[in-house]
């Protein structure tokens, strides 16, 4: 029997901003991002359990990074990713199961079409009037 398995597959997972912190590396003052790093035990390169995390805040201009306690990470956020998209404000497209691109061709052969139309229509009525 042959059986696959493997450490080290890395995922990032955004769960906020913090409130405007000084960066000592680059002097800058923004809201610095909680992220949430976890090392997966994969199975055929499927990852299944985590068996590590590492919760970070992260200046968003450098990228500098200080690791803090999950405790720290979880109570300290202003604005989470769930927070964003419940906001209605947010997201304006329609939920129609098209990506951009398809729901722009759609406008676009829509539009050909009815111009197509209106040709037609006025080259009947041209036709009819010899």
Not at 50 to 76: L, Q, R, T
């Amino acid at each position: 029997m042959f059986l696959l398995f493997g450490l080290g597959k890395q995922t990032i997972k955004e769960m906020g901003n913090t409130d405007s912190i000084q960066c000592g590396r680059c002097n800058n003052v923004n809201p610095w991002k909680y992220r949430k790093y976890s090392t997966w035990f994969t199975l055929f390169f499927i990852p299944v359990i985590p068996y590590k995390n590492m919760y970070v805040k992260e200046c968003p201009i450098c990228k500098a990074a200080v690791k803090v306690d999950k405790d720290e990470a979880m109570g300290n956020v202003i604005d989470s990713p769930s927070d964003i998209a419940a906001d209605d404000s947010v997201d304006t497209t329609p939920n129609d199961g098209l990506t951009e691109v398809q729901r722009n061709y759609r406008i676009q052969m829509d539009a050909s079409k009815k111009a197509n139309e209106e040709a037609s229509k006025e080259a009947n009525e041209e036709e009819e009037e010899l």
